[in-house]
């Protein structure tokens, strides 16, 4: 008898714990973590950058001349950019002219080197550690390009290679070390050959 009872009762619980366990909602614990405060930087859009610049060309066959000139680049992404260049120079005398004695191969306006290209560069971003906890953004460059130069009375097809050399003083203001070679056919004192006029600058410039 007392058997039977028991059976019974096990059965009506049976019955009953899925019904309460329904009704009984699960426990969730809730992680006790800190939560930290994230500020989110603010990240400069300046993508357009103009540069003044002044240095020394090394005209093939025309010695060395001072040479001016500007720029004006636009940063496509932090590491491509397009860079516009213009630059200026009076040429000097050739060996021949100084050792001879003898009339100028070309006129004081001839003289006169212009050159004006357009190139693409890219960018290998850096840091320069001033001091500790004190550090400076800095760009090393590489570019290639071309143009026209004026020079000798004519315009030549330019090929320009080089590379510079950027470094940030603030976040709009850069120093700049730049070197190129600006590559022409010619054949102002004796055979058409390809000439090598190799400047070497330094300048400032501004993003906006």
């Known amino acids: 008898m007392e ?9 009506l619980l049976g019955c009953l714990l899925p019904a309460f366990a329904q009704q009984v909602p699960p426990l ?5 973590v800190d939560r930290r405060q994230i500020n989110d930087a603010d990240i400069d859009t300046e993508d357009f950058e ?3 610049f002044y240095g020394q060309i090394s ?26 260049s213009y630059g200026q120079a009076d040429a000097g005398l050739t060996s021949f002219e100084q050792l001879s004695g003898g009339a100028p191969f070309l ?3 001839e003289r006169e080197y212009r050159y004006y290209d357009l190139g693409i560069g890219y960018n290998f971003n850096g840091e320069v550690f001033v001091k500790e906890g004190w550090a400076l ?71 906006f």
Do not use: C, Q
């Open 3 to 11: 058997t039977r009872i028991f059976s019974v009762f096990l059965i």
């Open 28 to 32: 969730v614990v809730e992680p006790e």
């Open 50 to 52: 103009v540069g003044l």
């Open 59 to 84: 005209i093939e066959d025309f010695s060395n001349s001072s040479v001016t000139g500007l720029t004006l680049a636009y940063h496509i992404t932090e590491n491509i950019f397009m860079e516009a």
């Open 107 to 109: 006129t004081d306006d």
């Open 137 to 207: 953004n800095s760009d090393f460059y590489l570019m290639v390009g071309g143009g026209s130069t004026d020079f000798g009375g004519d315009n030549h097809f330019t090929l320009s290679l080089g590379g510079g050399y950027r470094l940030f003083l603030t976040d709009y203001l850069a120093l700049r070390l730049d070197v190129r070679d600006h590559i022409f056919s010619s054949e102002i004192i004796g055979e058409k050959k390809d000439t090598h006029n190799i400047h070497y600058s330094l300048g400032a410039s501004w993003f």
